[in-house]
């Protein structure tokens, strides 16, 4: 071995589970079991910050039944894997990303802030009733998938996605883009895939086919049982909207063919029994799907989870995580997105210098023609990122994302940071009045539920990896 070895603490987490020592390599979001030797190995070195080849063989000395080329071929191990170098741990410094290397794939078309309902937890800052909606109109959403055609450089596929308010309060220019990007699409050589997220309300026979023709990914906002969904899901008059979105996502439920259909949940204060409302929208509806989203930066503190609240909420997604686990293991996918999605990026090797797509790959269009960093900002007081006369604010853009990769201290050192990265720019936004501040009032929930996480990907590689190939794909090599 050199002279000395450096260890790089942050360049690796371990962990016990069950009596088997994993690492989570951050790096590559690989996982490594260590034997015996790489523990014992380990635990000596993470006593220092660096050991001499003389303090190497003085501990060797002293093990009972370690040699030196066992202990010689774990240390190799380690600097395979850059936890251990031969020179002083330097701090990182984050890539710089130009926006123009990240060509344009997903564009959000903010199509309204009109909504039939009133939810007391809507993010959305220009949220307007129906009549007084600023609507986009269909010469702006075209000039949008022109852009978006434009910036797809040698992209063979690009996505719209549709939301609002509820974007089905503009259906007709929602028909009108999908004519006119379908054609644009095919002379320009381009596949096009269309998603939308609905409050259900509006869905009729006639929408469900159209929708179906043209294979929307199509997501429907509801909270669980009526009790649950109409405490905060209410019509602009006030009355529990349960009973017509319930019936309505049957009928969708019953006629969609062309893709699965999953359910978003927003949990908020008073009403997150997590598995009850797993259980009413994938047993009972029929979800193929459903995901959660807990509220802790709404206008409406009354609908913000308390402390003790968000410890429940993920208590009851472990909870709901083992559920899938055992299912998983016998072979049944029960469509828990939330856990599924990390067991995707594990199994794919995702590594995020970023929180999110936004600002690379994906822009929202709002209906005066601004490019918002994402549909969330529609409406915001923060500047946007370009617009349809000018196009996109490539400088703007690339010193907030650089900006955004130069992680504060505190996330450099996290052990989840390749796969959290900050969180959300908007909750961030609403909550401390700046997108690139960490969202510190769940971090250590984050990182237990990062946890519970890999120790459910070690479960089920052992005891059915094929899961992974049938419902999340190929692990990159």
């Known amino acids: 071995m050199a002279s000395s070895l450096y260890l790089d603490s942050r360049a690796f987490h371990d962990l016990d589970l069950g009596g088997r020592r994993v690492l989570f390599h951050l790096p590559t979001s690989a ?135 509820e974007p089905l309060t503009n259906l007709p220019l929602i028909r009108g883009v999908v004519d006119y990007a379908e054609a644009c699409c095919a002379a320009a050589g381009k596949a096009v895939n269309f998603s939308i997220t609905s409050n259900a309300t509006l869905l009729d026979e006639d929408t469900i086919a159209f929708l179906d023709s043209h294979r929307f990914g199509v997501s429907i906002s509801i909270d669980g049982p009526r009790e649950v969904h109409d405490r905060r899901r209410k019509t602009v008059g006030g009355l529990g909207s349960y009973d017509v979105v319930a019936s309505k996502a049957k009928l969708l439920l019953d006629r969609y063919r062309s893709r699965p259909v999953g359910a978003r949940v927003t949990l908020s204060a008073g009403g997150a029994d997590v598995l009850a409302i797993h259980r009413h929208l994938h047993d009972e509806l029929g979800f193929f799907a459903v995901g959660f989203a807990p509220v802790t930066t709404s206008a409406d503190h009354q609908a913000n989870l308390s402390a003790a609240e968000l410890a429940d909420v993920f208590a009851g997604l472990k909870a709901l995580g083992r559920r899938y686990i055992d299912a998983a293991i016998v072979g049944r996918n029960i469509g828990f997105s939330n856990l599924q999605q990390m067991l995707a990026e594990l199994h794919l090797g995702s590594r995020k ?40 604010a490539r400088e703007r853009l690339g010193e907030f994302l650089n900006a955004a990769a130069a992680l504060p201290a505190g996330c450099a050192a996290c052990r989840i940071r390749n796969l959290c990265a900050g969180g959300c720019y908007h909750e961030s936004y609403a909550r401390y009045g700046e997108p690139l501040s960490p969202t510190h009032h769940y971090c250590e929930l984050m990182r237990e539920w990062v946890d519970f996480g890999l120790a459910a990907y070690v479960e089920l590689q052992d005891q059915n990896p094929d899961f992974f190939s049938q419902h999340i794909g190929s692990r990159r090599g």
Request: hydrophobic share 45%; aromatic share 4%.
């Open 31 to 165: 996982l490594f079991e260590l034997d015996q030797v790489g523990e014992e190995v380990l635990d000596f070195l993470k006593t220092r910050s660096s050991v001499s080849a003389g303090e190497m063989r003085e501990w060797i000395s002293a093990r009972a039944g370690l040699t030196p080329a066992q202990v010689a071929e774990a240390i190799e191990d380690l600097r395979g894997l850059a936890i251990l170098r031969a020179e002083p741990v330097q701090a990182s410094t984050a890539p710089l990303i130009k926006p123009a290397e990240h060509p344009l794939n997903t564009l959000v078309l903010s199509v309204s802030s009109g909504c039939n309902l009133a939810c007391g937890y809507c993010y959305k800052e220009d949220l307007a009733a129906p009549a007084r909606a600023q609507k986009m109109d269909l010469a702006t959403a075209c000039r949008g998938v022109d852009l978006l055609l434009a910036e797809s450089a040698a992209r063979t596929e690009v996505n719209l996605a549709f939301l609002g308010g």
């Open 353 to 392: 210098a970023l929180p999110c797509g936004a600002g690379v790959g994906l822009l929202a269009l709002d209906a005066q023609g601004e490019l918002q960093l994402c549909h969330r900002f529609a409406g915001s007081a923060l500047a946007s990122f370009g617009n349809l006369e000018q196009g996109i």
